[in-house]
DNA sequence: CAGTGGTCTAGACCACAAG
DNA sequence: TTGTGGTCTAGACCACTGG
């Protein structure tokens, strides 16, 4: 007999691997298993939820379960505060506020925050620094509607990004990854080459139907995000 | 009374976002909140524990369920099959093999592998293009003592990586993101100017102990990959 | 030891979708 | 209508860990 959802779910990894269930193919009912296996209906239902969740078992109400085809690797990141990730690299971190103005953002922002035109926003620019070194060029545009509070705050110290975190509540987002190459401007600010690849993360939050924020990242070149799959 | 896990789960956010659970405070225990919310307290575990996957809350056995100080967005991302991810965009997709052959890789590879010194691996060299253009510059190493029908395979047609997906058993695996400047070869091959920035993505996946391959991926200019929170 | 979360069980009802 | 997964319940025992 196999006991625990979890051994339940390395025992049905197996037969996925191996190729007893073959991809595409449906799987026994949860009912069936559960005799076969001889635990209860609720502990198969947990373990099928998780390859579920994984991605390898496509489950549908009457249809069945499938073991899916081309699994699309599942993949975690954790976006960590910048601040936190620096001082993880065991670096001394600093802030740098370089520009902080109230005004209109460009189209591109008001369409990427869904705002009607010519609503004003809080715009800051910044450098964080690792070392004394510049470590990621931060862009952001912040919805002072929704956290007036920050209009007042002293950001020489504390980032927008950190505040924002602990004292925005938080619905939803979007994130897009991707690769800049180093404009004159940037390659100054962050001392490195014109041309150098820098990696670029764009973030845009909200609560409900209001935007938050919606910054723009630009890393030292050389820097990587890495994860398990 | 509220009913069913989901609504649970929603009630306890609400807590969380309205400031009503502090960050870093203990919350009530599971039974208790049963007996407050009228349900069961498995329903009431079924909600925390999603929270708690979800980065929201810290849970330990004894000492309690917190609520996390700086929440760590967790971002989940799907890695497509190039060929789907091209067909996806609505272009046709077409694989060319560029480079073939069984060698002794470099030792960054090898040990990235964590292979002994001097195996020999097979190496791929390959372009996906989405409707005749370069899409997608891929470098595979392949541990054929893992899979040793992919020497004799006609990879013109599939792609080593699709061939891969669906027929190596997989349990874990490394992902790293970031850019690379093209160099004059990439550049020629990609159709790029030199200098442009390529969002670069390097996956190492195994079984059990065996590596089983290498990739590296470079794509096409103002690549993006997109996600949501 | 005692308190907390982690999980199991058996039985039940519901929601969805194919026929 | 019927078969399937999705979920709820009440009660129980286990596993870990602080005192």
């Known amino acids: 007999m196999i006991q625990g959802w979890q051994e339940v779910n390395i025992e049905f990894m197996r037969r996925i691997t191996e190729r007893e269930w073959r991809t595409g193919e449906l799987i026994p009912t949860e009912s069936d298993l559960a005799i076969e296996l001889g635990c209860s209906r609720v502990t198969v239902n947990r373990a099928l939820r998780d390859l579920a969740e994984k991605g390898l078992l496509d489950r549908k109400r009457k249809k069945g379960t499938r073991v899916v085809k081309n699994p699309e690797r599942k993949v975690t990141f954790t976006i960590p505060v910048t601040r936190l990730e620096v001082e993880g690299l065991g670096a001394h971190y600093q802030h740098n506020l370089l520009k902080r103005k109230l005004k209109i953002p460009p189209k591109n922002i008001l369409k990427r925050m869904r705002m009607a035109p010519g609503s004003r926003m809080l715009y ?42 602990n004292n925005a509540s938080f619905s939803g987002g979007e994130l897009s990854l991707g690769a800049f190459s180093a404009d004159p401007v940037v390659a100054q600010l962050m001392k490195c080459e014109v041309g150098d690849a820098l990696f670029e993360v764009e973030r845009t939050t909200w609560t409900e139907d209001q935007m938050i924020t919606c910054v723009r990242l630009l890393y030292t070149p050389n820097y990587r995000l890495h994860t398990r799959l």
């Not at 910044?126 to 950001?155: C, G, I, Y």
């Open 124 to 165: 800051l620019y910044a450098l964080h620094l690792a070392d004394q070194k510049p470590f990621a060029l931060e862009e952001r545009w912040v919805n002072l509607s929704v956290v007036p509070e920050l209009e007042m705050l002293d950001l020489s110290e504390l980032s927008a990004n950190e505040w924002l975190v």
